[in-house]
């Protein structure tokens, strides 16, 4: 479950992340947040996109599935993990358990590692540049905490602003979402569905308040 921290604003490439000189990033401040907010609102907007994603932290995590968000809603799969959520409930699965925790969409305890996650997009300074045919936009945080993410990098095609991937900073390594696969718009509401038989023989337990 911990990969939507890297797709929302998830998670050993040593790749370096991209800086901006104090000019620089005051003079393309307005210009960078509205390229930030037409990347974002094309990801996680109202029509909704799709993509496959994979991360290798040597040593410590690996992974990879899909993810599908629509506003408030979202559905990943990975080999263990999936989760449906409608936006109004949250079906959370783990199959190796054979356990699927159901919770209020908003509720935090649904994920208490993601639930420290959490940013005011107030709390960003937002920057970019270009390399070759693609944005590199930077979105450094303020005030950021100890065991926090420090600073994100989301790597876009100039045509179509699709992104490819995403690099994040933590307080002591840095590491690389590869992004493939990407769709935005007409996105089915039944993709958010769940499939309640699929999962008949496992163990629900209902945390809704």
Not at 26 to 37: P, V
Not at 76 to 98: F, H, I, L, N, P
Not at 164 to 175: E, G, R
């Amino acid at each position: 479950m911990k990969i939507r921290i890297a797709i929302l604003v998830y998670l050993m490439s040593m790749l370096p992340l991209s800086h901006l000189s104090a000019k620089e990033e005051k003079e393309s401040s307005k210009e960078a947040k509205e390229l930030f907010t037409k990347v974002y609102d094309m990801v996680f907007g109202e029509k909704g996109s799709c993509l496959s994603y994979s991360v290798n932290i040597i040593g410590i995590y690996k992974t990879a599935g899909d993810i599908a968000y629509k506003g408030k809603k979202i559905h990943y799969q990975e080999s263990r993990y999936s989760a449906w959520e409608d936006g109004v409930t949250a079906y959370m699965v783990d199959k190796k358990k054979k356990v699927v925790n159901v919770y209020d969409y908003d509720d935090d305890n649904k994920d208490e590692y993601l639930s420290k996650f959490k940013y005011d997009v107030n709390n960003f300074i937002i920057s970019y540049k270009t390399e070759g045919d693609y944005y590199l936009i930077t979105a450094k945080i303020k005030d950021a905490s100890y065991f926090g993410i420090r600073e994100a990098v989301a790597k876009v095609y100039k045509k179509n602003l699709h992104p490819v991937s995403l690099t994040i900073k933590l307080a002591f390594f840095k590491t690389t979402v590869k992004i493939s696969n990407f769709r935005s718009g007409n996105i089915p509401d039944n993709v958010f569905v769940f499939p309640k038989r699929q999962f008949s023989d496992y163990t629900l337990k209902d945390h809704r308040k």
